[in-house]
């Protein structure tokens, strides 16, 4: 079974600063999808940003971005520019690519992110 | 992004009785849609995997006799919490796989906050 860890239960950044938050997994597998998720006080789930571990380039968007080391089984989540919309619980998840376990994600326990002024 | 709902958004009930849950893909089908629950500041953990036209599936721990799940259609899912007591009391999350293009991906719905009395 994979596990996802998440050692940094809370941290805080300050508005326009740059913030790494840490996510490491666990698995036999050699194809998976990994995902930052963004939980915000509403408690809607939104997706930040996914990686294939088949791509060696780290995956981007605008200003959240990945630091993937799959022989570390390592997957970091940078924000940059940091917004006060950014406050949000944030989820590291990861996915088989076998299809036989029905897209199943596995969720870490999450970071709580304050951004402050 | 896909959009899935839900309904209703919170419910209050007393304990003993049952409570319907419904997880709904607005502007696509799924062939298959996941139930969460989540505890305060707690990640989310899969109850069960629902199938359209098939028994769900069941992770374990879960006691399938006291949620029921009913996939009858590709855009609709319930769950029903039967016999509900104050310890099911929690946030119930659904997600829906869109049949493609991205079958790696789930959209959430915007969770049912349940309270039982």
């Known amino acids: 079974a994979q596990t996802v860890t998440q050692s940094q239960p809370e941290m805080s950044v300050q508005e326009a600063e740059t913030v790494t938050l840490s996510c490491t997994y666990d698995?036999?597998?050699?194809?998976?999808?990994l995902f930052w998720y963004k939980q915000p006080p509403s408690r809607q789930m939104i997706l930040v940003i996914r990686?294939?571990?088949?791509?060696?380039q780290n995956a981007t968007e605008n200003r959240f971005s990945v630091n993937f080391q799959k022989a570390a089984k390592s997957f970091s989540l940078k924000i940059s520019d940091s917004q006060l919309g950014d406050t949000a619980m944030y989820f590291c998840?990861?996915?088989?690519?076998?299809?036989?376990?029905?897209?199943?994600?596995?969720f870490g326990t999450g970071t709580r992110l304050q951004v402050t002024l | 992004g896909a959009v899935v709902s839900q309904h209703p958004s919170r419910v209050i009930c007393k304990s003993g009785t049952s409570v319907k849950i419904e997880c709904r893909s607005l502007?696509?089908?799924?062939?298959?849609m996941f139930w969460y629950r989540q505890f305060p500041k707690k990640s989310l953990m899969l109850m069960a995997t629902?199938?359209?036209?098939?028994?769900?599936?069941?992770e374990q721990g879960v006691e399938k006799d006291k949620f029921l799940i009913n996939h009858a259609s590709l855009t609709l899912s319930t769950l029903t919490v039967t016999s509900a007591h104050p310890e099911d009391s929690s946030f119930y999350i659904c997600?829906?796989?869109?049949?493609?293009?991205?079958?790696?991906?789930?959209?959430f719905g915007p969770g049912t906050r349940l309270t039982v009395l």
């Open positions: 997600s829906a796989r869109d049949l493609a293009p991205n079958l790696n991906e789930q959209f």
């Open positions: 698995t036999s597998e050699n194809n998976y999808y």
């Open positions: 990686q294939e571990a088949y791509k060696q």
């Open positions: 998840a990861f996915m088989s690519h076998d299809t036989g376990t029905a897209s199943k994600l596995t």
């Open positions: 502007d696509f089908q799924a062939t298959t």
């Open positions: 629902s199938n359209e036209g098939s028994k769900a599936t069941y």
